[in-house]
């Protein structure tokens, strides 16, 4: 199960997408912010949308976001491997949290 951690917020700010820690102080001290583009956007919108979802639904509604149609079994599982780097690198960050249910075996 995949949630956003509380301290983040998802903003555009002149078009450009950021994740905003707000317990974080040191921005004005030179720390960067995190910009994603619209694909990280739209997966951190899907896990938004749905708190607690898991590795399976974050990839069928993007599936539903890309709106492609007769998809090959190759072009699925790059997706899904994408998806789920881009995922472990937002847990690698302590941006997302990760808690497996009983029934879950994916990460």
């Known amino acids: 199960m995949y949630n956003l951690k509380n301290n983040y917020v998802l903003r555009d700010i002149g078009g450009i997408y950021f994740l905003i820690d707000t317990f974080e102080e040191s921005y004005f001290k030179g720390k960067k912010l ?8 739209t997966i951190i919108e899907i896990i ?3 708190p607690g979802i898991n590795l399976k639904e974050v990839f069928n ?5 890309l709106n492609i149609n007769n998809e090959t079994d190759e072009l699925r ?9 881009y ?5 690698n960050q302590s941006i997302l949290e990760y808690e497996v249910k009983e029934d879950e075996n994916r990460y």
Do not use: M, W
């Not at 995190?34 to 956007?41: E, F, L, V, Y």
């Not at 599982?77 to 780097?85: N, S, W, Y």
């Not at 995922?87 to 847990?91: C, R, T, Y």
């Open 87 to 91: 995922i472990k690198n937002l847990i």
């Open 77 to 85: 599982a790059q997706i899904e491997a994408d998806l789920e780097d």
């Open 34 to 41: 995190i910009s994603i583009n619209s694909t990280g956007k």
């Open 61 to 65: 509604a993007y599936l539903r976001v």
């Open 48 to 50: 938004q949308t749905k």
